[in-house]
Structures are given as C-alpha cells and as structure tokens.
C-alpha cells in the first residue's frame, strides 16, 4: 500500500471527511488547469494545515513567496482577521493574473496584494516600504535559492513570526549531498544556514499524500 494511488486516496478521504466541497478552492484549481499552470499547489490538506498554522500564529500580516495560481493564498489569506493582510510574490506574469482571478472569486481581493517580479527584486522594496514585521512566512518559490528567502524572511519577522518552507524533501532528494540539481542544492544551503542560525528554532516533517513524497519545514524566530 506504500504506493501514491493509497496515499493520494487518504488525502481524498481526508479532503472529504475534513475539508468538504468548496467552491472558490475549487474553481482556483479548474481555472489554473485551464491557464495551463503546473499542478504544483499544496493539497487540500496541506493548504488546510497551513491556514490552521496561520490561524494558531494569529496572523495578521502573511507574507508568501510563490503564488502560482493562488490556491495557497486563498487559505492563507481565510486565516486573516478583517483587517489583515497578504503579500505574495510571484515571478511569472500569467501566473499572477490567474491568482489574481482567483483570489477575487474567493472574495479575498481587499486583504491579498500580489507582487510581480523576481523575489529577490520585490523583497528589498517590501522592507523599504516598511510592510514588515510579518506574523507568518510562507517560502515556496524556487528552490535554489531558499537559503536567501529565509533571510529575508528574518530580515522581515520579529520574535514569533512563524516560517514554513515547502519542497524541502522532494522523493528524498534532499540526502543526496552530491547532488547538482540547483534545487537540492539550494534547499541543503538553507538546512545548513537554518543549524547555524541562533534566531529560528526548527523542525522538518516529511509528507506523503496527493502530491508524493515530500516534506516542510516548521520554523520559529526565537
Ligand atoms: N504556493 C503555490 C505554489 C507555488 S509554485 C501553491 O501552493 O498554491 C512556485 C511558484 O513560484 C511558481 O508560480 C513560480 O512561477 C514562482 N517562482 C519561481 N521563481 C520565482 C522567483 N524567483 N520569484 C518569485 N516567484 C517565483
Ligand atoms: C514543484 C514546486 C512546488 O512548489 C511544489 O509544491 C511541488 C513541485 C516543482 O517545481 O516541481
Ligand atoms: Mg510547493
């Protein structure tokens, strides 16, 4: 039973029991197939857990890095209070307009501003704008350079904020230290900045479920 059908047949009975039919999830979905997105979203059950995480932080202020269509944004952003507020940032144009679209349809446009360009590019102009400290991070974006997200991430937290870094097993991957795939690479640089950083208290938790093998990071700043 160690197969991907069973373990994407209990997130559909979890999905199910747990999270029920909703609409606006489900039409951001079945407009990112349209649009040709990758299906590269968290599931219904992770997408869950991080809208519980950002709930359990009493988030006010989210900062995401990776919109894709915005299926993530969406539950994030279903944790804010009325005047919180959601910052994503996503490189692709067309992916941002999907989210966009999406986010409007789920009723969500007042508190979710998506930010086009390079992460690296829009990161700097968040912290000049003065939009930080935010309660909740969530680094999903390209893998390479997780490491500098995460700093950037510090650079905009206080004491508190809570971290989540998605992708960071991907099949085991992340074990192969002679690995020259940019994004193991990428995701072992943050492993190792994370051991070393005296601000952020850690874990990772490998996953299984619709979307394979996988796992993310759980991070504290102390
Ligand atoms: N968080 C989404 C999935 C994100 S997929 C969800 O779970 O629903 C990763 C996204 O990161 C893609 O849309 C990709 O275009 C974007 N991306 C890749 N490199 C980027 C960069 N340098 N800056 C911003 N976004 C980037
Ligand atoms: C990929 C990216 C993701 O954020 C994810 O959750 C799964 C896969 C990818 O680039 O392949
Ligand atoms: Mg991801």
């Known amino acids: 039973m160690t197969s991907k059908r069973a373990w994407s047949g209990v997130d559909s009975y979890f ?28 599931s219904a059950p992770q997408g869950k857990l991080l809208h519980l995480l950002a709930r359990m932080a009493g988030a006010r202020k989210v900062l995401e890095i990776g919109a894709l269509g915005g299926y ?3 539950w994030l952003a279903r944790a ?13 144009l067309r992916h941002a307009e999907v989210a966009r679209l999406n986010v409007g349809r789920a009723g969500l446009e007042r508190k979710v501003e998506i930010r086009t360009g390079a992460a690296l590019d829009t990161l700097p102009k968040i912290q000049a704008e003065g939009l930080g400290p935010f309660d909740f991070v969530f680094i999903d974006a390209d893998k390479a350079n997780n490491a500098a997200y995460l700093e ?35 995701v072992r640089r943050m492993f190792e900045m994370i051991a070393r950083e005296p601000r952020l208290s850690a874990t990772a938790i490998q996953t299984v479920g619709a979307k394979g093998w996988d796992g993310f990071v759980l991070a504290i700043v102390v």
Not at 15 to 42: C, F, Q, R, W
Not at 80 to 92: K, T
């Open 80 to 92: 804010l209070p009325d005047d919180g507020r959601l910052i994503s940032l996503e490189r692709n």
């Open 72 to 74: 993530s944004t969406i």
């Open 152 to 186: 950037w991430a510090l650079r905009l937290s206080r004491p508190g904020t809570a971290i989540v870094v998605d992708n960071v097993v991907p099949e085991g991957e992340v074990i192969d230290a002679a690995s020259r795939d940019p994004d193991v690479v990428g």
């Open 15 to 42: 999905a199910k029991t747990l999270i029920g039919s909703d609409a606006a999830l489900e039409a951001a979905l079945s407009a990112n197939a349209a649009a040709g997105l990758p299906a590269i979203d968290v």
